[in-house]
């Protein structure tokens, strides 16, 4: 499967550049230019592993995924259980590190897919790492504006103080 990739290093502990990562609308859309539209579903108000969510893209697909690991400070996981027609899978992997510099972040975003149908693989496979490459690479440029946000940062420590 492919596998797209990006790292950033942000100014913030690993705990609250986790916490960045897993904020919820509205201020979600204050960073991450991926999102248009995500909620929770089947009554969850947080997130944690086993928990679905609903998403709807700057490109109008839309897409239910479930977190299959979800452990704070240091990595969260989620697998499409339902999205576009053109993805016979898609995972999506978030990694938050102790960067060398004191107070720092290494956070590393990683999408993996297979696209459909089969005969059409290698072609949708490298348009696939071409067009998610860029979103992963808006999207993390995105989030560590959002690491610098005094408004993302103070909803995330609200989100720590609640654990």
């Known amino acids: 499967m492919p596998v797209v990739e990006a790292s950033i290093t942000v100014p913030v502990t690993p ?32 997130p944690g592993k086993g928990v679905r969510t609903y998403t709807r893209s700057r490109h109008g697909l839309r897409m239910v995924s479930e977190y299959v690991s979800f452990v704070p400070p240091t990595h969260v996981g989620m ?24 107070g720092h972040t290494v956070a590393t975003w990683r999408y993996s897919f297979r696209c459909r149908p089969a005969a059409l693989r290698p072609l949708a496979h490298r348009i696939g790492v071409w067009v998610l490459g860029r979103d992963i690479r808006r999207r993390i440029a ?3 504006a959002g690491c610098t946000d005094p408004v993302v940062l103070a909803a995330a420590r609200e989100q720590l103080t609640d654990r």
């Open 79 to 102: 697998t499409m259980v339902r999205g576009p027609w053109f993805f016979e899978r898609f995972a999506g992997g978030w990694r938050f590190a102790p960067a060398a510099e004191s």
């Open 142 to 144: 995105g989030y560590a």
């Open 15 to 46: 705990d609250l550049a986790f916490a960045v990562s897993q904020t919820t609308a509205p201020i979600r859309y204050r960073w991450d230019p991926f999102v248009r539209r995500q909620h929770f579903v089947d009554g969850a108000t947080v």
